[in-house]
Every structure is written in C-alpha cells, then in structure tokens.
C-alpha cells in the first residue's frame, strides 16, 4: 500500500520580502534627504540674501556684497541670483565707488532677465554709468534706444527721448541733439518735457550761431510757460541773442528785468556792466 505523504508545505519568501521593504525604505529616505536638501538650499540662498539686505541697511557694503557674492556662487540656480547681480551693481556704483564693477554686474542681470522691471532698472543705471562716471556718452545713447526698443509700452517714451538729445548735446553734436528734441516734440507735444526740450533747441541753436531763430523759441518758451524752472537761463538766453544781433539795448534791458526777477545773481550783474561798455565804445 502506498504511502500518503503531506504535499510540501511553501515556505514565505522572507527574503523577497526584506529585499523589496529595504527597498522602499531607502527610497523614501532618499525622498526624505532630497527634500531636507532642497528646502536647506532654499532656505540658505534666501538667508543670505536677507543677511545682504541687513548688512546692506547697515551700511556694511563691503560684507553685503561678500554674502551675495556667496550666494550666486553656491546657487547658481536661484531665483535670487539677478536680484543678487542687480544688489551688486547698486553698491559698487552707489556705495564702493567701482562704477567698472558695478557695470558688470547690471549686465549680468540684463542678461537673465527678460522684459522685467528689474532689467529696466538694470538698463538705466547701465546708462547712467555710461554717462556720469565713464563719460561716454555714445554708449549711453545706446542704452537710451535699447529701451525705447525694448521697454517702450512700459516707459515714458519722451523722457528717454530727451535724454538721447541730451546726450547729444553733451558730446558736442547739436545739429543731432537738435534732431532728437524736434522729434520727441513732434511725436509728444504735450509732453511734460516740451519746455525742456524747447530750452535745450535754443540752447543748440544760439551755440550754432542761429541767434535769430533762438531767439524765438526762447521767447514762445517764456509766452507758453511764464514761470518755470529755466526761465532764468531763458531769459539769459535772450539777452544773448540780443548781443549776437548787435541789439545792445534790448539786451541791456533784458538784464535789467533779469536783475529785478533775480536779485544776486552775480552773472547778471556782469551782464548788465558788459553790455553798457560795449554801448558807450559803440557811441565813441
């Protein structure tokens, strides 16, 4: 008679079991440590941005830009990095007197950013540079058309306008100078630098030896603005023009309003004595 045996009982595959629970237990340690690691790195870049700022505040520059410095190099990856490069730029220009270093830095942010506020401010303190500490002022009309090209619907256009004459003006070119002042009066002519840009078309013109015309538009100046900030140069202005028409006595009288409307400009003062002399050698 054959024997009947038990059939085998399975066995639980222990190990199986311990290879896939070791598994998901370092996954999940895995998760855990990319999680503290990202949240760390987050928390830190921001750290040091704030500990910037504070310093910054304090008037510690140097230490301010030590941790933002720290900061770009440690996360380059950080949403704080072209705040960082534009803080940079701001306390080389504004604080450490390394207009050189700061330029970098604004570029830096031109880089990264797109249409931002942030790029905007980096293009106008790039063109300040340009214009107030390196003196060159064909860079910073560069600037001035970039954004106007690129910025235009978030700008006032006529005020940038303005400054590309201006620099104009500055480098010596006043029949270009005069060209960007006519241009932005003609596309804005309510602007609220039409008087400025009037003032500064005479100015180019009396320096171009068109007395004549000067002349006119200072006087349609001081019609349609009668008090205003330039009026003292603008009447100067006239009183030139006078002299360079050989009207001394119009011009002597201008001086003499000149000196009742600003008593103790010294300026006038000599003026008013230059234009008797030349009276009286006239009458000789």
């Keep these: 008679m054959a024997l009947i045996t038990k059939p085998p009982i399975a066995k639980p595959a222990v190990g199986r079991k311990d290879a896939d629970n070791r598994r998901r237990c370092g996954a999940a340690i895995l998760t855990i440590i990319w999680l503290v690691g990202f949240g760390a790195c987050f928390k830190s870049d921001q750290a040091l941005f704030d500990g910037a700022e504070q310093l910054w505040l304090k008037d510690e520059y140097s230490r301010a830009a030590d941790k933002l410095k720290l900061l770009v190099a440690e996360y380059p990856d950080s949403a704080k990095v072209s705040q960082a490069y534009y803080r940079l730029g701001e306390i080389y220009y504004l604080n450490l007197d390394n207009p050189n270093k700061a ?3 604004f570029i830096k942010v031109t880089k990264l950013e797109g249409k931002t506020e942030l790029n905007l401010k980096s293009h106008k303190y790039i063109a300040d540079i340009y214009q107030q500490a390196l003196g060159n002022y064909n860079l910073a009309i560069l600037q001035y058309q970039r954004i106007l090209n690129d910025f235009r619907d978030i700008i006032k256009a006529d005020e940038y306008m303005l400054n590309i004459g201006k620099m104009y003006y500055k480098k010596g070119a006043c029949p270009q100078a005069i060209i960007e002042y006519q241009a932005l009066l003609k596309e804005f002519p309510k602007s609220d630098f039409a008087l400025e840009a ?44 006078y002299e360079e028409l050989d009207q001394l006595e119009k011009a002597l009288l201008t001086y003499e309003k000149m000196r009742e409307a600003f008593p103790g400009k010294k300026l006038v003062k000599k003026k008013i004595n230059s234009a008797k002399k030349r009276i009286k050698a006239r009458k000789r």
Excluded: F, T
Aim: a negative charge; one cysteine or more.
């Design 198 to 241: 009037s003032y500064h078309i005479a100015n180019c013109m009396i320096i171009d030896g068109e007395a004549k015309e000067a002349k006119i538009i200072y006087e349609k100046a001081l019609l349609d603005y009668p008090e205003n900030k330039y009026k003292y140069g603008i009447m100067l202005g006239i009183g030139a023009c």
């Design 103 to 105: 330029l970098d830095y």
